[in-house]
């Protein structure tokens, strides 16, 4: 079956670390751009981050540069967030998330889209 | 960044209404403009890429249309499955913004 499952999400104080994962099957892994999506309570989609086909390029959005970081096991297909700092704000489910496989991005379609989705994992940030 | 709006925010319509959902941008760019749905408690699903390109599976009574700073999203004839929250997404630049979302309720 071709999918994403998201784990590691859970409560943590203001100041902690978290790391999620990502474990991806049915599809080809190493050919595919990944992302990290979140969504606050009742609100709306942020896209985080995402990573190219071997590690090598890496993008964020600015509310997370420096404390987050993406990353990759083409060996184990999968995909982790590493959370750190992390503020109330932080709190979302995040998403990981698979990318089209794009002509510019070294594959044969027009698109870059989100075409395939996890269930998401929860991450709460409190005191 | 590029920011984008949607227009309206929310929307009441029937049962085979011809819906129409409008994302705004604040720049111009090429056609990397994506639609998504979104059910509660649900991950979002792609129904639209490259502005108009219908992902595959995905019910021909959706389109979309646009380039530049106006991109559309049309539903012909809304079925009760189609409920939900709707967003559009430019993967045309980083960081790759989400619209606030639409929510098309009975």
């Known amino acids: 079956e071709v999918q994403l499952v998201e784990s590691g999400g859970g409560l943590v104080q203001p100041g902690g670390s978290l790391r999620l994962s990502c474990a991806a099957s049915?599809?080809?892994?190493?050919?595919?751009?990944l992302s990290w999506v979140r969504q606050a309570p009742g609100k709306g989609l942020e896209w985080v981050a995402n990573?190219?086909?071997?590690?090598?390029?890496?993008n964020y959005v600015d509310s997370v540069k420096g404390r987050f970081t993406i990353s990759r096991d083409n060996a184990l297909n999968s995909l982790d967030l590493q959370m750190n700092s992390l503020r109330a704000e932080d709190t979302a489910i995040y998403y990981c998330?698979?990318?089209?496989?794009?002509?510019?991005?070294?594959?044969?379609?027009?698109?870059?889209?989100?075409?395939?989705w996890g269930q998401g994992t929860m991450v709460s940030v409190s005191s | 960044d590029i920011q984008l709006t949607q227009s309206p925010s929310f929307l009441s319509a029937s049962v085979g209404d011809r819906v129409t959902i409008t994302c705004r941008a604040s720049q111009g760019f090429n056609s990397y403009l994506a639609w998504y749905l979104q059910k509660p408690g649900k991950a979002p699903k792609l129904l639209i890429h490259?502005?108009?390109t219908l992902q595959g599976g995905v019910p021909s009574r959706f389109s979309g249309s646009g380039s530049g700073t106006e991109f559309t999203l049309t539903i012909s004839s809304l079925q009760p499955e189609d409920f939900a929250t709707y967003y559009c997404q430019q993967l045309n630049s980083y960081p790759f913004t989400f619209g606030p979302g639409t929510k098309v309720d009975i």
């Open positions: 490259s502005a108009s």
């Open positions: 049915g599809f080809t892994f190493t050919k595919y751009w």
């Open positions: 990573i190219n086909q071997d590690g090598s390029e890496k």
């Open positions: 998330a698979r990318h089209g496989r794009d002509r510019g991005w070294g594959g044969d379609q027009d698109s870059r889209a989100l075409d395939m």
